[in-house]
Every structure is written in C-alpha cells, then in structure tokens.
C-alpha cells in the first residue's frame, strides 16, 4: 500500500458535464439505455431521465432517504447472483465505488460481478469505472489503476486509464453558484467487442481467471 493513499468520502453526484463526456462518442441509439452502478438515492437516474435518457441504476440494498428517481429504475442485490438486467441491455454502465468491488479484485465474486455488468452491455457499449484521485479505502489512485488492469485482463475488452478534472467548465458555468460539486477522478474505460458477445462466454472468461492455470497430472497407479 502507498504510505501517502487517503481514506476519502464518497464520490459527490455526477453532474451534468461528466454525463455528456460519458456519453459521447457512442453508437446513435433513441434513447441511450444507461446503467449506474452504486446508484444511492437515484441522482444521476433523475438527471438523465430528465434529458430524455433510458436511465437506470443498481445498488446493494435501498439509500436511506427517498428516491429521487421511478422505484421501477432501480434494482437492490448483489452483482455477484442472477443479473436482474438482460445482456445487450446497455450503452454505458458507468460504475462507482461500491462493496462488490474493494480489496484486491482478484476473487470468484469480483470475476462475476464483472462478467454480469459487461454481459449487459451492447456490442460496442462502454463500462466505465469510476475511483477518486485521491485514492480510496487506504490505496492510491495508481494502486487502484493496477488492480483493475489486472482484474480486467482476464475478459476480452479494450481498456484505458484517464483522468476527468471540472476546469474552466465548472466556473463558466457557474458551478460554484449552483453548489454543483467539483469532481476530481481517475476513469478507467473498457470497451467490449463490436460482435456479440454472450452472458456465458463473460462467465467462462470469469472461470477462467480464478481457476489453477495448469493442473497436477494424475500419478498413475502403481
């Protein structure tokens, strides 16, 4: 672990702008089906209904507080059981820091998790995994990097690293006036291949990274 990683409070609501970034460069789809994972109350879904986006989010069990967005847009669980959406459900599942992804990533439960969320993407469609810069539950930002690089080595998808920083965006549009939060993150990007790729082939790339790489042959019988 890195002497200088922080514990962090969790990620503000993602705004507008961070939205429009994420979004773009998609295949034209009306409307844009999105999934947030680690959804809370329902923010970023009210946000995105409103402009007209198929929103929906996912999340352990229900926020404390109301919801912000239709009961019927979210679904409570465990990412790592039956998927509750179809595959080829989704643009863009975009997933925030949550209890189905912390430690090392290199479990069973990790593995499935992952291979439900891509399995619910449209060939072509894009995850894209949300961690503060700051680091987070005592790993920096580049511990957290690698972690997922390993992780998502075992599934067959592009991936890259790259920061998302409010700028002179933030203050042309007034973001200070609006208490709309300043976000400060590092993304990591995975895009999955144009062909289908189905819920079954994701889990068996899943198998495949947690079981034993090679096998003791049988010793014979004397």
Known sequence: MSSEAVAVRPIPSLHARFWNKALSGLPAASPRRVLEVGCGRGESLALL??????????????????????????????????????????????????????????????????????????????????????????????????RWDRHLEAFTAQRRVHP?????????????????PRLDLQLISVTIPDAPVTRLEWHRQARTAVLPRTRQPRRKAA
């Not at 679904?75 to 820091?97: E, I, K, N, W, Y």
């Open 49 to 146: 209904i409103s402009r007209g986006v198929d929103a929906y989010g996912f999340d352990l069990g229900a926020a404390a507080g109301p919801l912000l967005a239709p009961k019927s847009q979210f679904a409570f669980g465990s990412l790592c059981s039956a998927m509750t959406f179809p595959q080829h459900h989704f643009d863009l599942v975009v997933v925030r820091p949550n209890p189905a992804f912390r430690g090392e990533l290199a479990t069973a439960e990790h593995h499935v998790a992952t291979a439900n969320l891509l399995s619910c993407l449209k060939p072509g469609g894009r995850m894209i995994i949300v961690e503060p810069r700051q680091g987070r539950d005592d790993a920096s930002a580049a511990d957290w990097a690698a």
């Open 164 to 180: 998302y920083a409010d700028g002179l965006g933030w203050w042309l549009s007034l973001g200070f006036l609006k208490k709309t």
